[in-house]
């Protein structure tokens, strides 16, 4: 059982791409933790680091109290699912199962046996004699995550396992996946960029963007309380529409200015300490797609957008609307989106009224980091 | 539907024309081995020149009898034997080395390597006498294996064949337990038959031929190999025919056989080294 520690490990390529920037995380002894974010982040390189196929440049890697920086793959009794399943094509699926054994030089009677459960297991029984070329892509899999597990490593790492697989397979296996680490109590490391299979295999999210640990959290916690506007718009599909606002106070408090039309913060758990510093600034102010309704007739006392619609898609229990970017500020989302009830009907190029509240509203500051809301507790990197 | 056939036709036929181009000399050269040498020359403006109107084994008789045949072919079977074999496998540790591992230096190494390819032989052949003279390496098995070992040809082909290879596999065994040099040898080298198929064939065909060399460095017929032994035939009097052309079929011999075995995984090597 084992504990994983990265200490403000960093990572630059020869030809100067900064891949990790300074990155302290834990994992804990039988967690499955997962590492989330955009391709080019640098959630594979740090796999890849822990496995030993590439070295930090800087910073250190524990595993357990071991510093592992600078010992050969071979010496860290770490198991590793490839995208690409990675078998060796020349072996048959018995022989791919039995290779980690064979490398610890285990008797030929216990690597049997050992293969024989672990096929067991995965129900490869039937396939232990067929080459790897023979199989689907969905018992390639089962081989792959097989041969991980025969020799009960300390680590488990899986580099995006799923990616090559059709929807529906992908579904069962993300299960299997699930319960195999629960059964086995094996510490994993989860690499993906898919927001749904992060959220439903980790009990924590590492969200990375640029090499830089953006959030540490439950996938609650990211959905609720992003730390960034990067996370705030990376998780939800689609991701939190975030627009510029002007702060001001007027007699009854602060407010924000969006879209030309004033919203009081009287109600929205924002405390008045943390938004003085930036009266008078422009802010960030976010809403989830599926916080804003669709708003007929009269507003009443509803804060609304106009907008016109540039996308309609029915997906059959809701609808989603795209609309241009509601005051755009430079490197902001160039379009907006709602989530709206399936009785909707909607044009594209219809101009409709959506109303959001104050209480769905998130405020991030110019730099795009989260102001913390009354009752928030959570330090944006918290490492446990 | 008609025209279609036509063309099937039109394309056999100039198949056929050309593949005779190329079986013409060697059906001409077995058959003036099995014809007396007086025929080999008269015969040739007719269809006679590649059908022999019988078979007579006198000239291979003659080969043997003139020549201690079987000594040069033990010779140069060796020295080919060496050659490929230990190129197949320091020419696929440097490919390896330049292809997979980082080291200070990589880039330039493997330019001087693809450099080399442009230098012919005959370039170097002198100053490579002088430098192995010098060392004492003369007429012995050692000076003629030793300086074709290494080769850029050899190192290319087997660099850009592994460039290929996905390189996941090699770290999957890295990660199951297996150091650098097991990987190469437990997976990176079954997976590489068809490069490793293609050396040997390459190799053997470029020193089965060789001639230049070992007339310069050997005197004694009990180390030298088969192209030096059919050039005795030309200078001992009376050139027969009918001998060389024997001699001819028992030197091909050899290759045909090793590439006919080789065959199927050389094809699939020209093809896939071309291709990735």
Same mark, same amino acid.
Request: aromatic residues 8%.
């Given at each position: 059982?084992?504990?994983?520690?990265?200490?403000?490990?960093?990572?630059?390529?020869?030809?100067?791409?900064?891949?990790?920037?300074?990155?302290?995380?834990?994992?804990?002894?039988?967690?499955?933790? @997962?590492?989330?974010?955009?391709?080019?982040?640098?959630?594979?390189?740090?796999?890849? &680091?822990?496995?030993?196929?590439?070295?930090?440049?800087? %910073?250190?890697?524990?595993?357990?109290? &071991?510093?592992?920086?600078?010992?050969?793959?071979?010496?860290?009794?770490?198991?590793?699912?490839?995208?690409?399943?990675?078998?060796?094509?020349? &072996?048959?699926?018995?022989?791919?199962?039995?290779?980690?054994?064979?490398?610890?030089?285990?008797?030929?009677?216990?690597?049997?046996?050992?293969?024989?459960?672990?096929?067991?297991?995965?129900?490869?029984?039937?396939?232990?004699?067929?080459?790897?070329?023979?199989?689907?892509?969905?018992?390639?899999?089962?081989?792959?995550?097989?041969?991980?597990?025969?020799?009960?490593?300390?680590?488990?790492?899986?580099?995006?396992?799923?990616?090559?697989?059709?929807?529906?397979?992908?579904?069962?296996?993300?299960?299997?996946?699930?319960?195999?680490?629960?059964?086995?109590?094996?510490?994993?490391?989860?690499?993906?960029?898919?927001?749904?299979?992060? &959220?439903?295999? %980790?009990?924590?999210?590492?969200?990375?963007?640029?090499?830089?640990?953006?959030?540490?959290?439950?996938?609650?916690?990211?959905?609720?309380?992003?730390?960034?506007?990067?996370?705030?718009?990376?998780?939800?599909?689609?991701?939190?529409?975030?627009?510029?606002?002007?702060?001001?106070?007027?007699?009854?408090?602060?407010?924000?200015?969006?879209?030309?039309?004033?919203?009081?913060?009287?109600?929205?758990? *924002?405390?008045?300490?943390?938004?003085?510093?930036?009266? %008078?600034?422009?802010?960030?102010?976010?809403?989830?797609?599926?916080?804003?309704?669709?708003?007929?007739?009269?507003?009443?006392?509803?804060?609304?957008?106009?907008?016109?619609?540039?996308?309609?898609?029915?997906?059959?229990?809701?609808?989603?609307?795209?609309?241009?970017?509601?005051?755009?500020?430079?490197?902001?989302?160039?379009?907006?989106?709602?989530?709206?009830?399936?009785?909707?009907?909607?044009?594209?190029?219809?101009?409709?009224?959506?109303?959001?509240?104050?209480?769905?509203? *998130?405020?991030?500051?110019?730099?795009?980091?989260?102001?913390?809301? @009354?009752?928030?507790? @959570?330090?944006?990197?918290?490492?446990? | 539907?008609?025209?279609?056939?036509?063309?099937?036709?039109?394309?056999?036929?100039?198949?056929?024309?050309?593949?005779?181009?190329?079986?013409?000399?060697?059906?001409?050269?077995?058959? =003036?081995?099995?014809?007396?040498?007086?025929?080999?020359?008269?015969?040739?403006?007719?269809?006679?020149?590649?059908?022999?109107?019988?078979?007579?084994?006198?000239?291979?008789?003659?080969?043997?009898?003139?020549? +201690?045949?079987?000594?040069?072919?033990?010779?140069?079977?060796?020295?080919? =034997?060496?050659?490929?074999?230990? =190129?197949?496998?320091?020419?696929a540790?440097?490919a390896y080395a330049l292809a997979r591992l980082s /080291?200070?230096?990589r880039t330039?190494?493997l330019?001087?390597?693809l450099?080399?390819?442009?230098?012919?032989?005959?370039?170097?052949?002198? +100053?490579?006498?002088?430098?192995?003279?010098?060392?004492? /390496?003369? #007429?012995?098995?050692?000076?003629?294996?030793?300086?074709?070992?290494? #080769?850029?040809?050899?190192i290319y082909l087997f660099y850009s064949f592994f460039l290929g290879l996905p390189r996941e596999l090699e770290?999957?065994?890295?990660?199951?337990?297996?150091?650098?040099?097991?990987?190469?040898?437990?997976?990176v080298?079954?997976n590489a038959? +068809?490069v490793?198929?293609?050396?040997?064939?390459?190799?053997?065909?470029?020193?089965?031929?060789?001639?230049?060399?070992?007339?310069?460095?050997?005197?004694?017929?009990?180390?030298?190999?088969?192209?030096?032994?059919?050039?005795?035939?030309?200078?001992? +009097?009376?050139?027969?025919?009918?001998?060389?052309?024997?001699? =001819?079929?028992?030197?091909?011999?050899?290759?045909?056989?090793?590439?006919?075995?080789?065959?199927?995984?050389?094809?699939?090597?020209?093809?896939t080294t071309g291709i990735k």
């Open positions: 059982m084992s504990r994983v520690t990265f200490t403000h490990i960093s990572k630059r390529y020869a030809d100067g791409t900064q891949a990790i920037v300074d990155l302290s995380l834990s994992v804990a002894d039988g967690e499955l933790l @997962v590492l989330l974010g955009p391709s080019g982040c640098g959630k594979s390189t740090l796999l890849r &680091m822990l496995a030993g196929l590439e070295s930090p440049s800087g %910073g250190e890697i524990r595993i357990d109290d &071991m510093v592992v920086n600078d010992l050969d793959p071979q010496q860290r009794n770490i198991a590793m699912v490839f995208q690409n399943y990675a078998l060796y094509p020349h &072996m048959s699926v018995r022989q791919n199962l039995a290779f980690p054994l064979k490398m610890q030089r285990l008797r030929r009677r216990a690597i049997e046996e050992r293969v024989r459960t672990v096929a067991e297991r995965l129900s490869l029984l039937e396939l232990l004699d067929k080459q790897p070329k023979a199989l689907s892509g969905g018992q390639r899999q089962r081989v792959a995550m097989g041969r991980a597990l025969v020799r009960e490593p300390k680590v488990f790492l899986m580099d995006e396992p799923l990616s090559n697989l059709d929807a529906e397979l992908r579904l069962q296996i993300r299960q299997d996946i699930a319960r195999l680490q629960r059964d086995t109590g094996i510490t994993t490391l989860y690499v993906t960029h898919d927001q749904v299979e992060a &959220m439903t295999l %980790g009990r924590r999210i590492a969200v990375l963007k640029r090499g830089v640990l953006q959030q540490l959290a439950t996938a609650h916690e990211l959905y609720a309380r992003p730390a960034n506007t990067f996370v705030a718009g990376f998780i939800g599909s689609p991701g939190m529409d975030i627009f510029a606002a002007i702060l001001h106070r007027d007699e009854q408090g602060y407010a924000v200015e969006i879209a030309g039309r004033s919203l009081s913060l009287r109600d929205s758990g *924002y405390a008045e300490e943390v938004l003085s510093p930036f009266d %008078g600034k422009t802010v960030q102010a976010g809403v989830r797609p599926e916080a804003l309704r669709l708003v007929r007739g009269d507003d009443g006392d509803v804060h609304t957008l106009s907008v016109t619609l540039a996308g309609v898609e029915r997906l059959g229990h809701e609808v989603i609307v795209h609309f241009p970017a509601i005051n755009r500020v430079g490197g902001s989302q160039a379009e907006h989106s709602a989530r709206l009830a399936y009785q909707d009907v909607l044009q594209i190029g219809e101009t409709v009224k959506l109303g959001l509240s104050v209480k769905d509203l *998130y405020l991030f500051d110019p730099n795009g980091s989260a102001l913390p809301r @009354v009752g928030d507790n @959570v330090s944006p990197t918290a490492t446990d | 539907m008609h025209r279609k056939r036509l063309w099937n036709v039109l394309d056999y036929l100039l198949l056929s024309a050309t593949a005779m181009l190329f079986i013409a000399p060697v059906l001409f050269m077995v058959a =003036g081995s099995l014809k007396p040498d007086a025929r080999v020359l008269s015969e040739m403006d007719s269809l006679r020149a590649v059908l022999p109107a019988e078979i007579d084994w006198q000239n291979y008789r003659d080969v043997f009898a003139r020549i +201690p045949f079987g000594r040069y072919l033990w010779n140069s079977a060796l020295i080919n =034997g060496l050659i490929v074999g230990l =190129g197949l496998i320091v020419n540790l440097a /080291w200070r230096g330039v190494i330019a001087g390597v450099a080399l390819l442009i230098i012919p032989f005959e370039a170097i052949a002198v +100053p490579l006498f002088y430098q192995l003279s010098a060392l004492g /390496w003369r #007429n012995d098995y050692l000076v003629q294996v030793f300086p074709f070992v290494a #080769n850029p040809l050899a770290e999957a065994a890295r990660v199951d337990g297996a150091g650098i040099l097991r990987a190469f040898f437990v997976i080298i079954p038959k +068809p490793f198929a293609t050396v040997a064939i390459v190799t053997f065909l470029l020193y089965w031929g060789m001639y230049l060399w070992p007339l310069l460095m050997t005197v004694d017929d009990g180390v030298r190999p088969l192209p030096l032994a059919i050039a005795t035939f030309y200078t001992l +009097p009376p050139v027969q025919w009918g001998d060389i052309l024997a001699f =001819g079929v028992m030197m091909v011999l050899p290759v045909l056989v090793i590439f006919i075995a080789f065959q199927p995984w050389f094809v699939r090597g020209v093809a």
